[in-house]
């Protein structure tokens, strides 16, 4: 089992200490064209560990989880929430899936890093 050296290397410090200092979790404008051409801007700060696991816990499917974690990261500039739990079943019934899908991706990827798009999978998951 990997552990934390007692005394740092030379130069390097500890590597929690380096990991901790490099994080950067300034919101991320974000910006989803609609159907009706209009821009949707929102900001999202990276997602941590405990984050995710929050919306795990409080997701019982997939979809859930998504919708947790758009619920818990998707901000306006000023950086308050922009939406509620409340909010979940109206954006599942009234929002495309092609949209919150693009929404749901820029939180778990708000650098638009490649990678696999997320898919909502159906109720049966």
């Known amino acids: 089992m990997a552990t934390t050296p007692a005394s740092p290397s030379p130069g390097f410090g500890r590597a929690i200490d380096k990991l901790r200092k490099a994080a950067n979790f300034e919101p991320i404008r974000q910006c989803i064209t609609l159907s009706d051409g209009s821009d949707f801007e929102y900001w999202v700060k990276p997602l941590t560990a405990a984050e995710r696991e929050k919306a795990q816990k409080n997701g ?30 109206v954006l599942r019934n009234d929002i495309e899936d092609e949209i919150l899908q693009k929404m749901i991706l820029s939180v778990l990827k708000p650098n638009g890093e490649e990678g696999e798009e997320f898919e909502m999978k159906s109720a049966e998951d």
Request: cysteine-free; glycine content about 6%.
């Open 60 to 89: 019982k499917s997939t979809n859930d989880f998504a919708m947790q974690l758009l619920v818990m990261k998707a901000e306006d500039e000023n950086g308050e929430k922009i939406f509620k739990s409340g909010d979940i079943p």
